[in-house]
């Protein structure tokens, strides 16, 4: 018999169409994993939301533990099991101004009945048994200031502390890059194998289950697809909706891999002659490159590595220190602030922080206004471009007039690739484009941005802490840390025989080995 099961669950939400759950049953043994993976709106969340006792509307079903059934007919007021829900980071689960160790700490003597004074005890002895954490210090700041790396192994910790029987991860390592993300794994599994806990993780992509290994319980409009382990499930799905997830980076990158093209190709749309970032010289010399038109090249390496001030140096936001960059043929050292806004025009961007696009305007809007404000092009060609442009991200379903601020996040970022693509630019700087989307977004995300860059042929620059995804979209890379390039050459060269170990670290946390 298994430890922990869910008969028939059924989420009726008011006024919804369909319920959110509908006779939903899964299973867990002791210390077992169990990976819920699907794309948003599939019930992921309301099903943890549900076992963790704060349910979204009406439930019923049967759910057993240690042996024993007890029916919710209508409200689940509290979990069967000693639970303890974990949050992703990303989410914002706790109040920005407060200190972020205080609130854990609050967590844990609500949740195990101790004073605080026991809670802290218990909270920093769990902290110290966590390979890779920041010290427990770095907690004492207000929650809002904390990197999302270290409020994670906040969380983490929290969750651990409460003594669970099951942990209810709710895509608990959403927006973090793949090697903390690795290392969080690494101390969830340690931490899983000392304490037994049974462990249910609402996962964005396969590389999470990849890691977790165990189940996996593919779920789509609040029912199961599949129910299989991992290994047998990312070698044989069998139901299209499955298939579909393992199209993206994570785990098979080597077939998602962008094939060779020719370095050569076209006309040089970036030239860098000696460039040195910063505030200190580069140690190994200044940095040129040339990247050409219909070419690509990823930016790749941790937060904080320096890719995101080499393209500020690059689209002339930012003076370097020593050297000199080249775009469109003019030298951006010696252009007037209005000149260079006129040669920026030439750039598209698409951006993981979907803070990018106003979100006041309207689909269409946001869409027409680079044609009206750089081109002067008469409003009926204006609405061809931007009509043609949506329907080939898949919104031209969405009424026109709905506001960015009300599209979710896949949407605003298939807004932001149509928004590119009627500039017809001569260069797009990729920056995270699949960060917190689930898996079914990104494989949708990786086809739009490999069909713009085979029509509009821009050259791509794409920034990134995932190997997986600089494989999928570019050929060439450039290897960053501490504001340097430590690496650089063809990808297939890279993943191959990488010379650094910072480089090795980005590769083995794309492909999932531990």
């Given at each position: ?24 049953s899964?299973?867990l ?8 993976l ?5 019930g ?99 929650a ?6 270290t409020l ?39 931490q ?46 069998a ?31 970036i ?10 010289a580069?140690?190994r ?8 038109r ?27 220190k ?11 050292g ?9 040669l ?51 919104l ?28 017809a ?17 990104q ?72």
């Open positions: 018999m298994s430890a922990f099961a869910v008969y028939e669950l059924t989420l009726e939400k008011q006024g919804a169409a369909r319920p959110a759950l509908d006779r939903l899964l299973s043994d002791g210390g077992e994993t169990l990976v819920l699907g794309e948003e709106g599939c992921k969340t309301e099903l943890l939301h549900t076992l963790a006792g704060v349910p979204d509307g009406v439930v019923s079903g049967t759910l057993r533990a240690g042996g024993a059934d007890a029916v919710r007919a209508a409200k689940l007021t509290r979990p069967l099991l000693r639970t303890a829900y974990l949050p992703s980071a990303a989410a914002g689960p706790l109040n920005p101004r407060a200190p972020a160790l205080s609130q854990l700490l609050r967590i844990v003597a609500r949740k195990r009945g101790l004073s605080r004074g026991e809670a802290r005890e218990r909270f920093a002895r769990i902290h110290e048994r966590l390979e890779g954490a920041p010290p427990l210090a770095a907690l004492e700041k207000p809002g200031v904390l990197s999302r790396d994670a192994w906040g969380l983490f910790a929290a969750a651990f502390a409460q003594e669970p029987e099951l942990v209810l991860a709710d895509h608990a390592l959403a927006g973090l890059a793949p090697t903390q993300a690795r290392l969080l794994v690494r101390a969830l599994l340690a899983q194998k000392r304490q037994g806990f049974m462990l249910l993780y609402a996962a964005m992509g396969t590389d999470e289950a990849a890691w977790l290994g165990g189940r996996v319980l593919v779920m789509r409009a609040g029912k199961v697809v599949e129910d299989a382990p991992f290994a047998a499930l990312s070698a044989a799905p139901h299209a909706y499955t298939q579909t997830f393992f199209k993206t980076v994570g785990t098979g990158s080597q077939a998602n891999a962008t094939p060779a093209r020719p370095s050569g190709r076209g006309q040089p749309v030239q860098a002659y000696n460039l040195e970032l910063g505030a200190s580069d140690r010399g200044g940095l040129s490159f040339e990247l050409r219909g070419a690509s090249l990823a930016l790749l390496g941790e937060e904080g590595a320096g890719r995101r001030a080499l393209v500020r140096t690059l689209l002339g936001l930012e003076r370097p020593k050297g000199r960059v080249v775009l469109d043929a003019v030298d951006v010696i252009l007037a602030e209005n000149m260079l806004l006129r920026r025009r030439r750039v598209a961007i698409v951006a993981g922080a979907d803070g990018v696009l106003d979100p006041r305007m309207t689909l269409w809007d946001t869409v027409a206004e680079p044609l009206r404000a750089h081109l002067r092009l008469p409003r009926d060609l204006v609405a061809n471009y931007r009509d043609a442009a949506l329907k080939r991200v898949g031209a379903t969405l009424p026109g007039e709905t506001a960015v601020a009300e599209i979710s996040a896949f949407d605003k970022r298939r807004l932001q690739v149509a928004r590119a693509i009627v500039t630019p001569l260069l797009a700087v990729i920056d995270e484009p699949l960060r917190g989307l689930d898996a079914f977004a494989s949708v995300m990786l086809d739009l941005l490999r069909n713009f860059r085979a029509q509009e042929g821009p050259a791509f620059l794409v920034v990134t802490s995932d190997f997986a995804v600089a494989r999928a979209l570019c050929e060439e890379a450039m290897v960053l840390a501490d504001g340097e390039v430590i690496e650089r050459g063809p990808l297939a060269d890279l993943a191959r025989a990488p010379k650094e170990p910072r480089t090795r670290a980005l590769i083995e946390a794309a492909v999932g080995t531990f």
